[in-house]
């Protein structure tokens, strides 16, 4: 079954905008963080994780093409996964805010950073695609049975590079609890479920991410204590990414990833 070949109609559009916008979310935030980790390609630690995060980018970029594709089918206007990737500006895109983060804190890339937040996006998708594979949308139940293996596959990447940082030298584990630090109130995004969401849920087409927080948590405490590192504290920030409120690091992704298409629009290879 290909997971991307199911038309939709105009008017079965028409009466689930809160399916596109749910879909959109999913495939925005796999296609934005797929853009930072491709920005390692060449400069990676070493060169097997050089390896590992272009074919974690990879995966993130196959989900986001079967998403966006079936977001343009859903909507029925004519949009394909291009058009919705390189054609939307900075206000139309739906991921959450903590994908669009720059690779670190300052001048320079941190990997620990990078880890950090892998650990905490493939922790919610390991879930998230698990509920998404028994989706009353077959499309969205095909696409989640593929990519749970491979958001597994990225949990057990980034658990134990997370280890690693954290119980190893004094310098790596207080850089991977000030990437936890800094990360950590992102994850509020998840947990304030909307209409859209909420919708979602009612009708059996995926969870709300809210109701995926005691696993996710249940994840990260496991993998933190191995590592030493502490859970922050609770804090009040909420980040507004998914309803098109982005931080002032999106644009800058979006001007070079869109730059060719744009440049030449319609072009084909």
Known sequence: MNPSASPASAQEAKAHPARIEYVLRLGD????????LAEWCGHGPMLEEDIALTNVSLDLVGQARLLL???????AQGRDEDALAFMRDEGAFRNWTIVELPN???RHDDYAFTIVRNLMVAALMVPWWTALA????????????????????????????????G????????????????????????????MVEEQAAQSGIGPAPADLRSAWT????????????????????????????????LGYVLAEMQSLARKHPGATW
């Not at 935030?29 to 930072?36: E, F, G, N, P, T």
């Not at 850089?175 to 947990?191: F, G, T």
């Not at 009040?236 to 309803?243: A, D, I, P, T």
């Open 167 to 194: 119980d190893g030298t004094e310098v790596s584990h207080a850089r991977a609890q000030a990437a936890l630090d800094r990360l950590w109130p992102y994850a509020n995004e998840w947990w304030q479920t909307d």
């Open 69 to 75: 594709a079936h977001a343009g089918q859903l909507e």
């Open 104 to 106: 670190g804190d300052g």
């Open 29 to 36: 935030s796999a296609l934005i963080l797929a853009q930072r």
């Open 134 to 165: 028994q989706s009353s949308d077959t499309t969205l139940a095909a696409i989640g049975a593929k990519s749970v293996k491979e958001a597994q596959a990225h949990l057990r990447h980034a658990s134990q590079w997370t280890v690693r940082f």
């Open 218 to 249: 249940a994840t990260m405490q496991a993998v933190l204590a191995e590592a030493t590192l502490k859970c922050p504290a609770a804090s009040g920030f909420v980040s507004q990414g998914k309803h098109g409120q982005h931080s002032e690091h």
